[in-house]
């Protein structure tokens, strides 16, 4: 199906639901995803984003390369007119050759493992699930096919990493950090570059016409992205890709350049630091341990591929997911024993329940509820929904367990670890906390689009769900 009869396509299904099938109750089924119609609060919102997420990044980078990692000092001068957005850019480090040869040879490699080293760690390691593994069901009815391997190359890019320190010396460990900026605008080239091809693939070229959305507003396609699951190939899937790797498989490293910089501008490394990186190594390993679940998460499941995960994967992620260890470098602090036992306890804590929480939906989706949570055989909403094909499904809402103290209590026991990382810097600036600032807005937001299109999906049995599990994060609150 070529690009215009695609888009024609999709309009007639904009406007008829379902292929203009009716459910058994005589209601047109609703279709879940992104949004089909775009009014003037979204786009006004997906306009700033567009035009404000950019400099958010530059200017927390600037703030600590020109001001010592003062969120406030930058923004005082600016309105004092003691400096100009000319002056701070006349400062900044620009582009350079050296970062882009750097930057080019990073994505290259993880673009090889990705298509070209098959998963074979899951044939050693009990209870992983990698290799070829089954998605989600789209909204078109399809599910896809993926190779998961994000744990064998996040395993093989940190063991030449290591190896490269202790022994061939290839390049120095703090290489990362001392190519920052210019880093960030080839990430930058990138991001825009990788959106934009697939805003104009989703036109001339999808990869499944059925699951594209065409709004009629140029900048909420963009952003939001307009195909499903665009793929390049069989195998090459942007959204897995770029959700996963190169971002995540980054963060890791980032972290070990700062720690290698702090060591080598003041001697040695700090506990705040070795804290930053053992907890967030614990997140990252956790999101490559359960690639597989992942393939079930909101960003697979419902998200379209636009700029919001392709600039956002690789500007976004790897730049403000990591400001806990940049300010450290900066702001060395070493922590008391009771503060570092109490950051430890609680990333630790929150990760269980993040863990514990998920797993119980694993174990109860894998097992159809043929299991026991908490000692218990688990109880649930059963619900039905409907596909673009026409076809009806069953799906099961489990209320046991956490699932039964609140409706998205995963992202509680999230919001504990992304505090974790920020308490571990100290009480000394505002910087290292806009990661529990930016993950609140961001879960809570979640939450809402995740209900709305639960609601969209399973219509009155969504309902029923939520008579039963009344709360979204905090029991008794909200």
């Known amino acids: 199906m070529n690009g215009a009869v695609a888009m024609e396509a999709t309009r007639r299904r904009?406007?008829?639901?379902?292929?203009?099938?009716?459910?058994?109750?005589?209601?047109?089924?609703a279709q879940w995803g992104r949004a089909w119609e775009v009014d003037w609060f979204s786009l006004i919102s997906v306009i700033g984003l567009l035009c404000c997420a950019p400099f958010i990044v530059f200017y927390f980078v600037m703030a600590c390369d020109q001001y010592q990692c003062s969120v406030s000092k930058p923004l005082i001068k600016l309105l004092q007119g003691e400096t100009t957005l000319l002056a701070i850019w006349a400062l900044t480090p620009s582009f350079t050759w050296t970062a882009a040869k750097i930057y080019a040879i990073w994505v290259a490699?993880?673009?090889?493992?990705?298509?070209?080293?098959?998963?074979?760690?899951?044939?050693?390691?009990?209870?992983?699930?990698?290799?070829?593994?089954?998605?989600?069901?789209?909204?078109?009815?399809l599910i896809n096919k993926y190779?998961?391997?994000?744990?064998?190359?996040?395993?093989?890019?940190?063991?030449?990493?290591?190896?490269?320190?202790?022994?061939?010396?290839?390049?120095?460990?703090?290489?990362?950090?001392?190519?920052?900026?210019?880093?960030?605008?080839?990430?930058?080239?990138?991001?825009?570059?990788?959106?934009?091809?697939?805003?104009?693939?989703?036109?001339?070229?999808?990869?499944?016409?059925?699951?594209?959305?065409?709004?009629?507003?140029?900048?909420?396609?963009?952003?939001?992205?307009?195909?499903?699951?665009?793929?390049?190939?069989?195998?090459?899937?942007?959204?897995?890709?770029?959700?996963?790797?190169?971002?995540?498989?980054?963060?890791?490293?980032?972290?070990?350049?700062?720690?290698?910089?702090?060591?080598?501008?003041?001697?040695?490394?700090?506990?705040?630091?070795?804290?930053?990186?053992?907890?967030?190594?614990?997140?990252?390993?956790?999101?490559?341990?359960?690639?597989?679940?992942?393939?079930?998460?909101?960003?697979?499941?419902?998200?379209?591929?636009?700029?919001?995960l392709g600039?956002?994967?690789?500007?976004?992620?790897?730049?403000?997911?990591?400001?806990?260890?940049?300010?450290?470098?900066?702001?060395?602090?070493?922590?008391?024993?009771?503060?570092?036992?109490?950051?430890?306890?609680?990333?630790?804590?929150?990760?269980?329940?993040?863990?514990?929480?998920?797993?119980?939906?694993?174990?109860?989706?894998?097992?159809?509820?043929?299991?026991?949570?908490?000692?218990?055989?688990?109880?649930?909403?059963?619900c039905s929904y409907h596909s673009a094909d026409g076809g009806v499904h069953r799906s099961k809402l489990l209320t046991s367990g956490f699932w039964g103290v609140a409706r998205h209590f995963n992202y509680t026991g999230d919001l504990m670890g992304s505090l974790a990382y920020c308490v571990a810097c100290g009480f000394g600036h505002l910087l290292p906390y806009f990661y529990i600032v930016y993950m609140t807005i961001l879960l809570v937001h979640r939450c809402v689009r995740d209900e709305h299109r639960c609601s969209s999906k399973y219509g009155k049995d969504w309902r029923r769900y939520t008579d039963v599990v009344p709360y979204r994060l905090i029991p008794g609150m909200f």
Request: proline share 5%; net charge negative.
């Open 109 to 141: 490699f993880q673009v090889f493992l990705y298509m070209y080293i098959p998963d074979i760690i899951h044939k050693f390691i009990p209870g992983y699930a990698g290799g070829v593994q089954d998605g989600a069901r789209t909204p078109a009815g």
């Open 14 to 29: 904009t406007k008829s639901g379902t292929n203009g099938k009716l459910s058994e109750d005589g209601e047109e089924p």
């Open 147 to 308: 190779e998961i391997n994000g744990l064998q190359c996040w395993v093989i890019t940190h063991v030449l990493w290591l190896a490269n320190t202790h022994y061939f010396h290839w390049f120095s460990p703090t290489i990362i950090f001392d190519n920052w900026i210019p880093l960030m605008w080839c990430a930058n080239i990138l991001g825009y570059a990788v959106s934009t091809f697939a805003f104009i693939k989703a036109y001339l070229f999808p990869t499944n016409a059925e699951d594209c959305k065409f709004t009629g507003n140029l900048f909420y396609n963009y952003m939001m992205g307009i195909e499903f699951n665009p793929r390049v190939g069989k195998w090459f899937d942007f959204k897995l890709f770029f959700n996963g790797r190169p971002g995540i498989v980054a963060w890791t490293l980032i972290n070990l350049s700062y720690m290698a910089k702090q060591q080598e501008l003041y001697g040695h490394v700090t506990n705040s630091m070795i804290l930053v990186n053992l907890l967030q190594a614990i997140y990252v390993l956790d999101f490559f341990w359960n690639e597989a679940w992942y393939l079930k998460t909101i960003d697979i499941c419902h998200d379209h591929f636009g700029w919001y």
């Open 311 to 382: 600039w956002g994967d690789c500007v976004w992620l790897p730049y403000l997911y990591t400001l806990q260890g940049l300010y450290l470098v900066y702001h060395p602090v070493q922590l008391s024993t009771p503060h570092a036992l109490a950051v430890l306890s609680l990333g630790l804590v929150g990760y269980y329940i993040f863990r514990s929480t998920n797993h119980q939906k694993d174990l109860f989706r894998c097992t159809e509820g043929n299991c026991t949570i908490w000692g218990h055989k688990p109880t649930f909403i059963e």
